[in-house]
């Protein structure tokens, strides 16, 4: 097999970068780069391919595992030196979407919603995430309150609360996903949302909304009016 140095040089993926961008180049491509070089019998494209394909070709998806459930998808020549490579630089670019959002006036659920979307809907266990505003319902700061096993995971509101304070927020939007895949709030996520609503109202803390996200999308209670 051709190394991907004998390749023509429109194909090869570091010199298409310089020479087109890095809008260019297909996902597979930008892997390739990150994966830096193959095996005896692979190149890094096959490797970025192999990659792609075992998550259904979803960046999203490849984005959400972390370097241990790279390497278990048992790429030949994708170890983990080259899956950390691969976290730490799509780490960059979820750290890129919250600078983003940080910049954006907060007004409807799904300024935010997609963007929690992208970081939870393949999250094998549950997350909880607090995301505190300022007056201005701009982002200042969010944060994973808890995390539990794929039916559930516990939250104290008093730990929303004094982080809230901790960052002068005025505002609040929660969010957890669901593993299971429904955009259905259970009674305990109705519960927790009371609670912890009522407990902010105490310090002149807003609640927001609470957003729900899994691969089938995401559910706001405000726009439902459950909040």
């Known amino acids: 097999m051709a190394k991907i140095k004998d390749w023509a040089e429109d194909d090869r993926p570091r010199e298409k970068l310089i020479a087109k961008g890095a809008d260019s180049l297909s996902n597979s491509e930008l892997l390739a780069i990150l994966i830096n070089n193959g095996t005896v019998d692979r190149s890094a494209l096959d490797l970025g391919k192999e ?32 899956a950390i490579t691969i976290v730490a630089a799509l780490e960059l670019g979820l750290r890129r979407n919250i600078t983003d959002i940080k910049k954006e006036f907060i007004s409807k659920s799904k300024d935010i919603a997609l963007f929690l979307q992208a970081q939870l809907e393949y999250k094998s266990m549950e997350l909880f995430i607090a995301i505190y505003l300022n007056n201005a319902q ?46 259905k709030p259970s009674k305990a996520d109705e519960n927790v949302t009371k609670r912890i609503k009522e407990a902010a109202l105490l310090f002149d803390i807003k609640v927001l909304d609470h957003i729900i996200v899994s691969n089938e999308g995401y559910f706001s209670f405000a726009d439902d009016g459950l909040i």
């Open 51 to 82: 990659l792609m394909a075992k998550c259904n070709n979803d960046l999203k998806r490849v984005a959400s595992l972390n370097y241990q459930e790279i390497v278990e998808l048992h790429v030949k020549g994708l170890g983990e030196a080259k």
């Open 138 to 183: 701009k982002v200042i700061h969010h944060e994973i309150i808890s995390q539990g096993g794929i039916t559930g995971t516990v939250v104290d509101p008093r730990t929303v609360i004094k982080k809230a304070l901790a960052y002068n927020a005025v505002n609040i939007i929660l969010c957890h996903n669901h593993p299971s895949g429904s955009l």
